[in-house]
């Protein structure tokens, strides 16, 4: 079975601060793993994947994750956050199905 | 090139009445998923195709039907809805096991 746990519900941050947002996951099998964002009233876009190789996975906007295969973990950071990083953001598992955490809400403030 | 469409955008509905969703992808993707988005519960799939003519059972079925006779269509069904069926709708399509691109969703409302 798999699971997948977003450790913050919420994360507010003034602009231009760094941010991380954290992912852990359990699995029974090699895993694929994904983050997502959602703007407000829109649907899920795809920020960034891990399916092999490199630790450390690069995506749009300027974000990057980190699989962390003994910790089980895959944080998103971004080193300078905007205004228009506001949004909430899925981690998503892919053993057999597709799982998604509850989400972080990323608050950036001004 | 659209991508994953969704119709209709928002929906209010009194309980025990049926409505259809209809997902639309024009990339021509074998995988076709209907989620539900409710408030602090992430994602739930309801029912996903792997192909024409396919359909199958996620996490959450109960209450919901679903047709693929088209390879770029999607149908979600709800034959009476209920107020726990209040939701917000993603469909979502993929080319193979890997990333799915979402629709934009529809806002449903049972009363």
């Known amino acids: 079975a798999q699971s997948v746990t977003q450790l913050d519900s919420q994360v507010p941050v003034f602009e231009e601060a760094p941010v991380e947002l954290r992912c852990n996951y359990s699995s029974s099998v090699s895993v694929y793993l994904f983050w997502y964002v959602q703007y407000p009233n829109q649907g899920l876009q795809l920020l960034l994947k891990y399916l092999s190789g490199s630790t450390l996975v690069k995506g749009i906007n300027g974000f990057e994750a980190e699989f962390n295969k003994s910790q089980t973990s895959f944080h998103l950071r971004k080193p300078s956050v905007h205004i228009s990083d506001t949004a909430e953001y899925f981690c998503a598992v892919r053993g057999g199905k597709l799982i998604f955490g509850q989400g972080t809400e990323l608050s950036v403030k001004p | 090139n659209a991508g994953v469409t969704q119709t209709p955008k928002f929906r209010v509905l009194k309980t025990g009445q049926s409505m259809t969703l209809l997902c639309a992808q024009d990339?021509?993707?074998?995988?076709m998923y209907w989620y539900r988005q409710d408030p602090g519960m992430g994602l739930r799939l309801i029912h996903y195709s792997v192909g024409e003519g396919t359909t199958a059972k996620g996490e959450v079925p109960d209450g919901y039907n679903v047709s693929r006779l088209k390879k770029q269509n999607f149908l979600l069904g709800l034959e009476s809805a209920a107020p726990s069926q209040t939701s917000v709708y993603f469909c979502?399509?993929?080319?193979?096991?890997?990333?799915?691109?979402f629709g934009p969703g529809t806002r449903l409302t049972v009363t």
């Open positions: 979502a399509s993929s080319p193979s096991f890997y990333e799915q691109y």
């Open positions: 990339m021509n993707h074998e995988y």
